[in-house]
């Protein structure tokens, strides 16, 4: 039953296209969508009933507003823009960046070709997604003989080895006309495209000739070149007729869920798939299209030259807000790769309510638990935080955040503390305002979600530090809770409220197991932290201790070979091709034997 202030704003409602925003009772933003006709979009979440995440999501919504567009598309394009803002709770689908690489040829007077996770608008070309990283690190070593580029660092005033191997166009001691770059990048665009058959029958009639004039070793390289094209470029099927950049996507949708099936389509072959799953909150058609249009405002994903969708999307306005054609396969070849694309995405659904049954009493119902304990309302998001430091050095602090019962490691982070004087009780003090109040003023400055309760590893003296920082600097209201352990160091009870109360949960019960398990996985990431950087900083004083090596080449090395084994296992030279001379490469060497 929407209260009286929801049903005056109802009456309020236009009819026309924009975006709407459902707020919880703190004035949270909990949900951003979007309508052709914003009366009847917003009507109807109050005025029928529903189920599951779609009656979950309304029962938390005490007041809404909305942004009236000129267009469906604007509609599309505010929506999209306001859920990055907000990130929120019900509209979170994708996590930021899939990991897929890409192959990359940048944007320079001197190009070169590299490995990139991170799609950027620069002018480059981008290829892929690729199944895995070594496949593509496999292309580029594979470009990198057949067709040079920039290998090296640039103009040093001699041919660099890798020039002397072919391997570089030799920037490294001359101006390389464009021409010459842009005859390669070509060859290489056709190559990623799929276009192997001539660079095939090219490197045949090298292998000939090369075993023609007793050039063994050469014809056995260029044979292993010609292998891998087969065993790697090709391996996979083809499946079109024509060599289109294109994505799949379709979706199967029951029990208020939907399973979305991606098929990246690159050289007229499946060369990656990706799969998400996710509880509704509108209708199928415009969960999906909002999904599609998040897809792609993601970094991490290149426009295809088409995309195909099921029917009954509104494909002119996608295609108009992504600037590529979408489109509906009736028939033939791509209709087989849509129906494939749905029967995986119901696949994925069926397997994933099977271990809903099995799970959701140690995940959801132990969340509910312990703010049942607390005496607060429901509450999806929990962050946990906890301290490191040996005798006040090195203090660092971790924060894990556990959504729904589950642990959420991609919004994990890490703090290095300033090192602060005085007793245990102080560092402890200084080192908790430190990090909440860092935290909190980054979710403030990015818009961002603040978590339903934080709890601290410790006990009234980091409780109150938080309380002070959240209410009197951030003006914030988030419930604050202290993990108590017992004299065995395990997790016993909590503490809440004003008088920071002990609250007892039932040992065997699952509200109990979960709070050890954030306790456990905070001071684990905490600990593992704080050794990282212990090691880390014993390794970069040892350096320091070498005559010619600074920070930057400190940097360099520890970026380079990671540990004290690594470097000394290394050889001058490859330490020279760090940019390191001669000189400190050789003191550096000795240094690090003698100890």
Known sequence: MASAHIEHKLALLPDLPGSYQMKDINGKIIYVGKAKNLKNRV????????????????????????????????????EITLIQKWQPFYNIKLKKGTGYPYIKITNERDPKIELTGDVKKDGAYYFGPYPNVYAAQETIHFLEKVYPLRRCNGYQGRPCLYYHMGQCLGACWRTVP?????????????????????????????????????????A????????????????????????????????????????????????????????????ITTTANEEFETFIMQFYNRKNNVLPKEILVP?????DVLAQVLGVPVRTPQRGEKRSLMDLAKKNAKIKLDEKF?????????????????FKALGLKYGHVIEAFDHSHIQGTNPVSAMVQFVDGRAEKSNYRKYKLAEAEGNHSADEEANTREVIRRRYTRLLKEHASMPDLILMDGGELEMNAVK??????????????????????????????DLDQ??????????????????????????TFHRQLRNKNSLASKLEMIQGVGPKTRTKLLRQFKTINHIKEASVEDIQKLGISKSVAQAIKVSLQAQ
């Open 468 to 497: 002070d920082v959240l209410e009197n600097e951030l003006s914030l209201n988030i419930p604050v809770a202290g993990m108590v352990k017992n004299d065995k160091h395990r997790t016993a009870r909590l503490l809440y409220g």
């Open 43 to 78: 009507r109807s979440y109050f005025k029928s009933s529903h189920e599951g995440k779609v009656a979950k999501m309304v029962s938390e919504v005490a007041d809404f507003d909305y942004i009236v567009t000129s267009s469906d598309k604007e509609a599309f394009l505010l």
């Open 311 to 315: 029917a009954g999307l509104d494909n």
């Open 220 to 279: 056995a390289e260029l044979r292993d070149q010609l292998h891998y094209i087969e065993a790697t470029v090709e391996k996979q099927k083809i499946i079109s007729n024509d060599k289109t950049q294109r994505d799949v996507f379709n979706f199967y949708m029951d029990k208020g869920w939907m399973s979305v099936q991606i098929f990246f389509i690159r050289q007229a072959r499946l060369m990656k798939r990706e799969s998400r799953l996710f509880a």
């Open 502 to 527: 002990p609250i007892d949960l039932d040992p065997h019960s699952q509200g109990f197991y979960l709070l050890t398990r954030i306790q456990d996985e905070v001071h684990r990431f905490a600990i």
């Open 178 to 218: 464009k021409e010459e770059y842009d005859k390669q990048i070509t060859k290489i665009r056709s190559f990623l495209d799929g276009n192997t058959g001539r660079v095939k029958q090219e490197l045949t009639h090298k292998m000939q000739e090369a075993a023609k004039n007793l050039e063994f070793e050469r």
């Open 354 to 370: 099977r271990l809903l049954e099995l799970d959701n009493r140690t995940t959801v119902g132990a969340q509910e638990e312990i």
